[in-house]
């Protein structure tokens, strides 16, 4: 019977998922249905990541109605921790679109409601065309409020599709200095 508990206190601490909620994005110099729109496809891929469970946008949705939250103007960090209070989320994202001349960014935190401290935060930046942040942003957004930093610096890689395209990942950023380090003479102790 102990060893049954046990187990059950241990399954229960390893394998249960937090709950995380979005906040729609808030839209400064952009549509609103735009940042909508993200905040749909934010969503759906922390859905896909598996990591939390993630408080159906309709329930979001509805439970600021009934408080009496505005959608966009909750992007502060005392009203998301009331929202995810409410909700019993542990975690919540709120974010920003931005329009700046023929840029476009996508801002996010992660918000833990407990301790009312954003834990981690996340950027993209497109020049020129607002489908990158959804077709590109948001996966890069997601994977970085998730803490998977492989797939961060997507959006720095200004040569796309050329030759002359550098890979800014750590690995390849630390590979190329042990090179240079392995292959430059004054480094030589030999």
């Known amino acids: 019977m102990i060893k049954k508990i046990i187990l059950l206190i241990i399954f229960t601490f390893c394998f249960t998922k937090d709950y995380i909620a979005v906040i729609d994005f808030d839209a400064n110099n952009a549509r609103k249905s735009d940042a909508r729109v993200l905040t749909e496809r934010l969503t759906t891929e922390l859905i896909k990541v598996d990591q939390y469970i993630v408080v159906?946008?309709?329930?979001?949705?509805?439970?600021?109605?009934?408080?009496?939250?505005?959608?966009?103007?909750?992007?502060?960090?005392?009203?998301?921790?009331?929202?995810?209070?409410?909700?019993?989320?542990?975690?919540?994202?709120?974010?920003?679109?931005?329009?700046?001349?023929?840029?476009?960014?996508?801002?996010?935190?992660l918000v833990d409601v407990q301790?009312?401290?954003?834990?981690?935060?996340?950027?993209?930046?497109?020049?020129?065309?607002?489908?990158?942040?959804?077709?590109?942003?948001?996966?890069?957004?997601?994977?970085?409020?998730?803490?998977?930093?492989?797939g961060v610096n997507q959006s720095l890689d200004i040569n796309e599709g050329s030759d002359n395209s550098i890979d800014w990942s750590l690995n390849n950023f630390l590979h190329y200095y042990r090179v240079s380090f392995d292959i430059s003479p004054e480094y030589n102790q030999d």
């Open 56 to 109: 159906e946008r309709s329930k979001v949705d509805k439970m600021l109605k009934e408080q009496k939250f505005q959608h966009s103007g909750c992007v502060d960090i005392s009203c998301a921790v009331e929202v995810g209070n409410v909700l019993g989320a542990r975690y919540i994202v709120v974010g920003t679109m931005s329009k700046f001349g023929q840029t476009y960014t996508l801002d996010a935190r």
């Open 115 to 150: 301790s009312s401290e954003s834990i981690r935060s996340a950027a993209y930046t497109s020049q020129g065309r607002i489908d990158d942040l959804l077709l590109k942003g948001v996966p890069s957004v997601a994977r970085q409020l998730i803490g998977d930093y492989d």
